[in-house]
């Protein structure tokens, strides 16, 4: 039965990575799905690689360290991350943003591997830092508008819902098979990082 449940465990978190890396590329617009801004906001946010692997190393960081730590994570990094948004949106769009995404995931990842004992205000800290800097680079590129406020609502709308199905699910796990899987795929999320951050110093 242990057997049955680690491999249930394992195509999970596999799962998991594979959504967020086998998506395109973000764009500095929105994509048009045709159904209101706020879906188009979920879109953007489910399309961006970097931003779904940064959240999903953060979630899996804060469930590693019990449930005050996932119920921080799961308020703060949204609100962090809305407040970003529109920061950003009347400016223009990034240049650094692979880099900057890169090394989150190369910290957040690395940090999900050593299981890092960090306390609860670090953990927001880290939250609000994490949700300000990839919510500002969302929002930048979008320009001022109604329907640009309104997509970063579903953005931080799919932030939240994210912290909290993958905080919760790691929250729950005791074995000790079931933690070193979690720390492996945040393992996969650091290296994820440092391909992207080669791949973005490739130029200079």
């Not at 399309?47 to 959240?55: G, V």
């Not at 800097?133 to 799919?158: D, E, K, P, Q, R």
Request: net charge positive; hydrophobic share 65%; proline share 2%.
């Amino acid at each position: 039965m242990n057997g049955v449940m680690a491999l249930r465990m394992r195509a999970r978190i596999l799962l998991f990575c594979v959504v967020a890396f086998a998506c395109g590329p973000a764009e500095a617009h929105l994509n048009a799905t045709g159904m209101g801004p706020v879906y188009d906001g979920l879109l953007h946010f489910m399309s961006s690689p970097e931003d779904l692997a940064a959240a999903l190393a953060l979630a899996l960081l804060a469930g590693l360290r019990g449930a005050a730590y996932g119920r921080r994570a799961m308020f703060t990094l949204p609100a962090a991350w809305l407040l970003g948004s529109f920061c950003g949106l009347s400016a223009a769009a990034a240049s650094a943003g692979m880099l900057a995404s890169s090394l989150w995931l190369v910290l957040l990842g690395g940090l999900v591997v050593v299981d890092a004992k960090l306390s609860l205000r670090s953990m927001t800290a880290l939250a609000a830092l994490l949700g300000l800097v990839h919510g500002y680079l969302n929002g930048t590129g979008m320009g001022f508008s109604v329907v640009a406020i309104v997509a970063a609502l579903g953005l931080a709308a799919a932030v939240f819902v994210l912290v909290v199905l993958v905080a919760a699910l790691v929250v729950q796990l005791r074995a000790q098979w079931a933690r070193i899987a979690v720390r492996v795929g945040g393992s996969w999320i650091a290296a994820s990082g440092l391909l992207m951050l080669g791949w973005s110093m490739r130029g200079v």
